[in-house]
T-cell receptor, first 117, second 111 residues
Framework: DADVTQTPRNRITKTGKRIMLECSQT?????MYWYRQDPGLGLRLIYY???????NKGEISDGYSVSRQAQAKFSLSLESAIPNQTALYFC????????????????FGPGTRLTVL | KNEVEQSPQNLTAQEGEFITINCSYS?????LHWLQQHPGGGIVSLFM???GKKKHGRLIATINIQEKHSSLHITASHPRDSAVYIC?????????????FGKGTRLHILP
C-alpha cells in the first residue's frame, strides 16, 4: 500500500463549487504539505503543517484553506473554485527528526488532477 | 531570476546515450534533491545530497557547493528513463525548511 495517498485522483468541477482534496499518510510523519503544479512552472507551496496545531501559509495560499484533522490527515479546500485553480495538486510529508537535516526528505502522494470549468 | 534554474528544459536523446541534466541555485542550502516525475504524474525521490556524489544504478548525482551547481547523469539511457526530472533545494534560511523547486527537465529517450 502507498504511504501517502490522495483522493480523489481526478476531479472536474465547475466555477464557484466548493471542493476538498484529501491526503492521508501512514508514514507517521509530523510535517505535511500541499503543492500545486502548473505546466511550465515548478511546484509551488500552498500550505504546510508541522503538526496538528501548527498550520502555515505557503507562497500561494489565497483561495485555499486547509484542515489538519489528525497527524495522518491533511485536507485542502477550495471554497469557491475558479478556472485558474486548474492544476495538479500534490500532498507531501516529511519527518524532521534527524540530526542531519539533509536527510529530511519529502515523500509525495500520487497527485490529484483538478479541472475547474 | 529563479532561485533554482535547470537546463536544458527539454532533452531528446537516443537509447544508450549518456545524459546530463544541470541545476544551478542562488541560495544557501542544506540539501539538494533530485526528483523524477513519471508521465502519469507521480513524483519519486531519486537522490538527496549535501556534498560530493551519489550513485544508484545507472543514475549519478553530483553537487559542487562552492559553485552552487548540481548535475544528474544517466548512463546507458533507456526509454523507461523518459520523465521529468526536478531539482529542488532545501533552503536553510529559516525554521520553515523551505524547499524551492526548479521547473523541471523533460527527458525523452527514443528507442
Amino acid at each position: 500500500d502507498a504511504d501517502v495517498t490522495q483522493t480523489p485522483r481526478n476531479r472536474i468541477t465547475k466555477t464557484g463549487k466548493r471542493i476538498m482534496l484529501e491526503c492521508s499518510q501512514t508514514k507517521g510523519h509530523d510535517r505535511m504539505y500541499w503543492y500545486r503544479q502548473d505546466p511550465g512552472l515548478g511546484l509551488r507551496l500552498i500550505y504546510y503543517s508541522f503538526d496538528v496545531k501548527d498550520i502555515n501559509k505557503g507562497e500561494i495560499s489565497d483561495g485555499y484553506s486547509v484542515s489538519r484533522q489528525a497527524q495522518a490527515k491533511f485536507s485542502l479546500s477550495l471554497e469557491s473554485a475558479i478556472p485558474n485553480q486548474t492544476a495538479l495538486y500534490f500532498c507531501a510529508t516529511s519527518d524532521p527528526r534527524y540530526r542531519d537535516r539533509a536527510r529530511n526528505e519529502q515523500f509525495f502522494g500520487p497527485g490529484t488532477r483538478l479541472t475547474v470549468l | 531570476k529563479n532561485e533554482v534554474e535547470q537546463s536544458p528544459q527539454n532533452l531528446t536523446a537516443q537509447e544508450g546515450e549518456f545524459i546530463t541534466i544541470n541545476c544551478s541555485y542562488s541560495v544557501g542550502i542544506s540539501a539538494l534533491h533530485w526528483l523524477q516525475q513519471h508521465p502519469g504524474g507521480g513524483i519519486v525521490s531519486l537522490f538527496m545530497l549535501s556534498s560530493g556524489k551519489k550513485k544508484h544504478g545507472r543514475l549519478i548525482a553530483t553537487i559542487n557547493i562552492q559553485e552552487k551547481h548540481s548535475s544528474l547523469h544517466i548512463t546507458a539511457s533507456h526509454p523507461r528513463d523518459s520523465a521529468v526530472y526536478i531539482c529542488a533545494v532545501r533552503s536553510h534560511m529559516n525554521r520553515d525548511d523551505k524547499i524551492i523547486f526548479g521547473k523541471g527537465t523533460r527527458l525523452h529517450i527514443l528507442p
